[in-house]
């Protein structure tokens, strides 16, 4: 016959209490910190952004940044006519070398967490390689500088930042930064989908606009167009007040507009945040 064992009744009631216990823990909390969830098919069809319209997105203040030295960056995102009300909680994965010397072409991943802090699930993830600046304009007056620049040229125009846009390991798409034309400096994106296929063009915007040239006195609209060349959505650089020049903060405000797509809405949101990097953060 097969043995029987018998457990007192205090101790089996102890162990039936641990295993439910285990049963109803929340698996967020087996999960080490900064780990992304894989989500459900059900979660992936649902909208990041609550469907919101619009959302303004707020860079938190460093204090090592009025010191000269490049953060991580940290963003906070909440309806727009409700800045306190966060639900999406942004923060930057980079190195500390990459960002003091080389800022805009630093490679780095940005994870998106739900909820007010990082403590929260990995909903959206964004990273970008370490990729070749592309040479200003006037330096190209300069014969002499020719041997130099022309091969940086050639380098940057096949170097281009891309910014690779995931849901856990699923790949929603990415957002390139074209290289300018000659002479004609201008800030655009191109938003793709994960075959390749271009499904926006963020901008063009001219680099002299008023509200990059002085971030204080202006806003700075960029609109976001399908293929057809109409307006879909906005990104839009809020004009900066004194507290948030001087402390090297950003705040901009995306208008999703006629994207409906939550895929799509994910792809727009990530555009904003490459502009913000590559044309809106204030180096040293």
């Known amino acids: 016959l097969d043995s029987v064992i018998v457990l007192p009744a205090s101790r089996a009631h102890i162990m039936a209490n641990q295993f439910a216990v285990q049963e109803l823990k929340p698996p967020t909390q087996n999960m080490m910190e900064g780990q992304a969830l894989l989500p459900t098919a059900e979660q992936s069809d649902a909208d990041l952004f609550r469907n919101l319209k619009t959302v303004?997105?707020?860079?938190?203040?460093?204090?090592?940044?009025?010191?000269?030295?490049?953060?991580?960056?940290?963003?906070?995102?909440?309806?727009?006519?409700?800045?306190?009300?966060?639900?999406?909680?942004?923060?930057?994965?980079?190195?500390?070398?990459?960002?003091?010397?080389?800022?805009?072409?630093?490679?780095?991943?940005?994870?998106?967490?739900?909820?007010?802090?990082?403590?929260?699930?990995?909903?959206?993830?964004?990273?970008?390689?370490?990729?070749?600046?592309?040479?200003?304009?006037?330096?190209?007056?300069?014969?002499?500088?020719?041997?130099?620049?022309?091969?940086?040229?050639?380098?940057?125009?096949?170097?281009?930042?891309?910014?690779?846009?995931?849901?856990?390991?699923?790949?929603?798409?990415?957002?390139?930064?074209?290289?300018?034309?000659?002479?004609?400096?201008?800030?655009?994106?191109?938003?793709?989908?994960?075959?390749?296929?271009?499904?926006?063009?963020?901008?063009?915007?001219?680099?002299?606009?008023?509200?990059?040239?002085?971030?204080?006195?202006?806003?700075m609209a960029v609109p976001v167009c399908n293929n057809a060349g109409v307006a879909v959505a906005t990104i839009t650089r809020k004009s900066l007040t004194c507290a948030e020049l001087c402390g090297k903060m950003n705040r901009f405000v995306v208008d999703f507009g006629s994207v409906s797509d939550p895929d799509e809405r994910a792809l727009v949101f990530a555009a904003a945040m490459l502009f913000d990097l590559q044309y809106w953060e204030q180096n040293q």
């Not at 203040?61 to 995102?77: D, S, T």
């Not at 639900?87 to 490679?107: G, N, T, V």
């Not at 793709?192 to 204080?216: E, F, I, K, M, N």
């Open 56 to 219: 303004l997105v707020k860079q938190e203040f460093a204090m090592a940044e009025l010191c000269g030295i490049e953060v991580k960056n940290r963003y906070r995102v909440s309806p727009e006519d409700k800045p306190g009300g966060t639900f999406l909680y942004a923060k930057e994965q980079s190195e500390c070398c990459e960002r003091i010397c080389c800022s805009p072409c630093r490679a780095l991943t940005m994870n998106i967490y739900a909820g007010t802090d990082e403590k929260g699930p990995i909903v959206l993830t964004m990273s970008k390689k370490t990729h070749c600046p592309m040479v200003p304009c006037p330096v190209l007056l300069a014969p002499h500088l020719w041997p130099l620049t022309c091969p940086w040229i050639c380098i940057a125009a096949n170097d281009l930042p891309e910014l690779t846009v995931r849901i856990g390991e699923r790949v929603l798409g990415s957002i390139v930064d074209p290289p300018w034309p000659l002479f004609k400096c201008t800030a655009n994106a191109l938003i793709r989908d994960a075959a390749g296929h271009t499904l926006y063009q963020v901008g063009p915007t001219s680099l002299c606009h008023c509200g990059l040239v002085c971030a204080c006195c202006n806003d």
